[in-house]
């Protein structure tokens, strides 16, 4: 499996613009997660999925941020309209806790260094 | 407010000796603990896990301690490779509610040839 993939690797955008990160998790993951890494907070969770259904958004900043999982495949995490205090490091993972593995790791993606100006 | 706190934003060791990472939690429902490890550029990658059932668990090198009564666990690296250096997160989840990790804030761990 190629792993978490997330797209694009670097975004740099003015103020104002709206932002759209993607993310493909592992094939067979029922948890999908976004975080955001920054120095103060360290990695921050944003918001998770359970098949594809959102669990728990509590940590998304503000109405600027919004989520979407349309299929196992697939997900987004927008903000509109992006701010500079938004640069940061986002990163999306899965994993299939929801199995009988045993196995409760999450994979993390590479990850999207974003910048606004 | 941080459930889970790694109190020293950075450290160094010097190449063969040990490395020893700590963090702290506040949660008394947290059952099971995670060590992940994160280099420049890239996404974090699972290093060593610890269940509350256990006080300790190794996995060659690297060697977890939890210890309950103190809400603290700790990472030993033994020893010190170059490769080692990195930054190191802790995370601490509750199995019941679900596979919501919380983590710290991170340790930059520098391994001195």
Known sequence: DAGVIQSPRHEVTEMGQEVTLRCKPISGHDYLFWYRQTMMRGL???????????IDDSGMPEDRFSAKMPNASFSTLKIQPSEPRDS?????????FGSSTGAYEQYFGPGTRLTVT | DQQVKQNSPSLSVQEGRISILNCDYTN???????????????GPTFLISISSIK??????????FLNKSAKHLSLHIVPSQPGDSAVYFCAASSLNT????YFGTG????VIP
């Open chain 1, 44 to 54: 921050e969770l944003l918001i998770y999925f359970n098949n594809n259904v959102p």
């Open chain 1, 88 to 96: 940061a490091v986002y990163f999306c993972a899965s994993s299939n």
């Open chain 2, 28 to 42: 008394s429902m947290f059952d099971y603990f995670l060590w992940y490890k994160k280099y420049p550029a890239e």
């Open chain 2, 55 to 64: 006080d300790k668990n190794e996995d060659g090198r690297f060697t977890v």
């Open chain 2, 98 to 101: 679900g596979n919501q990790f």
């Open chain 2, 107 to 110: 340790t930059s761990l520098t």
